[in-house]
């Protein structure tokens, strides 16, 4: 009897423990689907406020998008009331077609216009060199008196216009070539040759008696510079005997 009662409070200390540790496991749980419950719960609310925010500013954006999308819409309607009739959805079809079908020079001529923009872009820095390059020269031919120069030729230029009539011109045209002939006949080496030194002699020359007797301008005939330089006046003043006197009429 003593060992039926002792073997009936063990299994009911068995069976109190076994329903106590339910008990603790049942508040763990209830714990810890609270504590999961609280985070979805948080989650909820979060996404609703997000939501709720989203919601206001589409509502804002459409606010302000409405009016400028009437106003567009206004004026589309405006614009294509002035094509009217004119306008056929066959002839924008075509269009796209016609694109389509011309893709090809489409691409070849936006490449020709890139290369135009880099040979634009070219041109541009070599201008820029080049006009640098013409202010550099400029510049020396301003320090080297080439335009000071021009000048001065310019007012002798004006000078002529002034002085000579249009008779002077004519003239000069009839003349041109003799004027040119004469000229070259001057530029020769050996005339100029003869002409400079002539100068020199003219410049520097001193008779060493300024006033020299019959005698002695006889007695000078005798070397042989001065008869040959007679010679060329002689002959010289017969060239000139053989002109007329008068001047030549055209």
């Given amino acids: 009897m003593d060992g039926d009662l002792a073997s009936l409070h063990e299994k009911i200390d068995l069976l109190t423990a076994t329903v106590e540790e339910q008990r603790q496991r049942l508040e763990v749980l209830e714990s810890s689907t609270n504590g999961h419950l609280m985070a979805k ?27 400028i999308a009437n106003h567009m819409i206004k004026l589309t309607i405006d614009e294509l009331a002035e094509v009217g009739s004119e306008f056929q959805a066959e002839d924008l079809l075509f269009m796209l077609k016609r694109l389509l079908r ?3 020079l489409i691409v070849d001529g936006l490449d ?7 040979l634009f872009d070219e041109t541009q820095l070599l201008s820029k060199q080049v006009f640098n390059q013409a202010v550099a020269t400029l510049d020396r031919m301003e320090r080297d008196g080439y335009f000071t120069f021009a000048r001065g030729g310019w007012r002798i230029f004006e000078r002529v216009i002034t002085e000579f009539g249009e008779e002077d011109i004519d003239a000069l045209g009839d003349n041109i070539v003799t004027i040119l002939t004469t000229v070259r006949n ?3 080496p050996e005339i100029m040759a003869m002409t400079n030194n002539a100068l020199g002699a003219l410049q520097t020359g001193a008779l060493e008696d300024e006033n020299p007797s019959l005698w002695a301008l006889m007695r000078d005939l005798s070397d042989p510079k001065v008869r040959r330089g007679m010679a060329r006046l002689l002959n010289m003043v017969k060239v000139l005997a053989d002109q007329p006197s008068g001047p030549s009429k055209n």
């Fill in 41 to 67: 719960l948080d989650y909820l609310v979060a996404q609703a406020k997000d939501q709720r925010r989203f919601q206001d500013e589409m509502e804002e954006l459409k606010r302000d998008v409405v009016p």
């Fill in 102 to 104: 011309d893709t090809r």
């Fill in 112 to 118: 020709r216009l890139e290369s135009m923009a880099e």
């Fill in 186 to 188: 001057l530029t020769q």
